[in-house]
């Protein structure tokens, strides 16, 4: 039985917008799987149901946060703007609310795009949402640079991406494809042709 109850943003993503980002990621099977910035790794119960005997890897800069990750195969302590494999290493990758706190989430969506052979899922909070949780700092930083989904949709548009965008709710589930109550955008991007 599951007890799991949301207590914030970040657990009410767990309860919500993760098995979305999963769903809509394609269907692989026997894969290697990147959980980039993926923190203690509450990512990998719904990886596991989706991805049957795939191998994960917990890639994050949190070196406490992978100590407490339990499943993974391999833990990596590393930023997801610098991740220490090959080319096409992975079979795909998923970011899930996390690139909304890196400063160069571009070279981190390169980077994803990078070590990953079939693509990758990243989600984004929607710009209105982050104005209502830190309304203080919002008018004070420089949008451009925030990983906004309008921000990465361009980026991923000026790079040559293919992807699909779901707009997805945590605060209201009933209402999650609608634009207007959306709190996460999330990406379901191919990899690019070389």
């Not at 989706?50 to 949190?62: N, Y």
């Not at 990983?147 to 992807?163: A, G, I, S, V």
Request: aromatic content about 14%; hydrophobic content about 40%.
């Amino acid at each position: 039985m599951n007890t799991f109850k949301p207590r914030s943003f970040v657990a009410g993503g767990a309860r919500y917008l993760h098995p979305l980002a999963v769903k809509y990621s394609p269907n692989l099977k026997k894969v290697k799987i990147l959980d980039a910035a993926g923190g203690n790794g509450t990512l990998l119960p719904l990886l596991k149901t989706k991805f049957p005997a795939s191998t994960f890897v917990l890639l994050d800069k949190d070196k406490q946060a992978l100590e407490e990750a339990k499943g993974y195969e391999d833990k990596v302590c590393a930023s997801v703007t610098n991740i220490p494999f090959p080319d096409c290493f992975f079979d795909y990758a998923f970011c899930i609310q996390s690139l909304n706190y890196v400063a160069n989430w571009r070279h981190a969506i390169l980077e994803l795009d990078r070590v990953s052979k079939n693509g990758f899922t990243v989600t984004v909070p929607n710009a209105w949402f982050i104005k209502l949780r830190k309304p203080k700092t919002w008018f004070k930083q420089d949008k451009s640079n925030y990983c906004t989904p309008q921000n990465l949709k361009r980026f991923l548009k000026q790079m040559d991406f293919e992807f699909n965008r779901v707009f997805v709710s945590n605060s209201f589930p009933k209402l999650r494809s609608n634009f207007l109550f959306a709190s996460e955008a999330i990406f379901i991007v191919k990899k690019r042709s070389q």
